[in-house]
């Protein structure tokens, strides 16, 4: 996004944005992005993301559809704000972000990657490769749209009191 837009964007809204690596809530890809939302405030957010552990057990093998696929070591080890799940010098845990994997991911794999299922959307939205590569590249993260609405539904049951969220 243009960073022209964010000012705009946060006007609008009355609040800047949250950011965060989906990776921490489950994502076996790291996209850090900006969300900006009225259904909660940004204090109350930062207080459950500080109780958020990235879930154990998360391979990016278990996505991939070539068995053959073996993981690279790490070159680069990821910096806040992006969640560390790989270190270098050791074997690629769970990052399809491209940096240390031999190749590729194909659509499925993205979708996967993200939460989704290609073989659903192709067929339920009739969406053929092109369009699906579209659609994904545009979308949010299926775990990070759950942390959201979750965070904004606690919010309107009234489960996030101003007390605790500034502790």
Request: a neutral charge; proline letters at 4%.
């Amino acid at each position: 996004m243009r960073e022209e837009v964010f000012p705009l964007i946060t006007n609008m809204v009355g609040q800047p944005p949250v950011s965060f690596d989906v990776a921490q809530v489950g994502s076996y890809a790291h996209r850090l992005r900006a969300y900006w939302s009225n259904l909660f405030q940004n204090h109350q957010f930062n207080t459950i993301m500080a109780k958020v552990e990235r879930p154990q057990g998360r391979f990016v093998s278990t996505i991939l559809l070539q068995e053959a696929w073996k993981p690279r070591e790490v070159a680069t080890t990821y910096r806040a704000p992006h969640q560390v799940v790989n270190v270098v010098r050791k074997p690629m845990s769970d990052d399809v972000s491209g940096r240390g994997e031999s190749r590729e991911v194909n659509l499925d794999e993205k979708a996967r990657a993200m939460g989704y299922n290609a073989d659903e959307l192709r067929k339920n939205d009739k969406l053929d490769d092109e369009k699906l590569a579209e659609v994904l590249g545009l979308a949010m993260d299926r775990r990070a749209m759950e942390l959201l609405f979750a965070v904004a539904e606690a919010n309107r049951m009234g489960l996030l009191s101003s007390t605790e969220c500034q502790r």
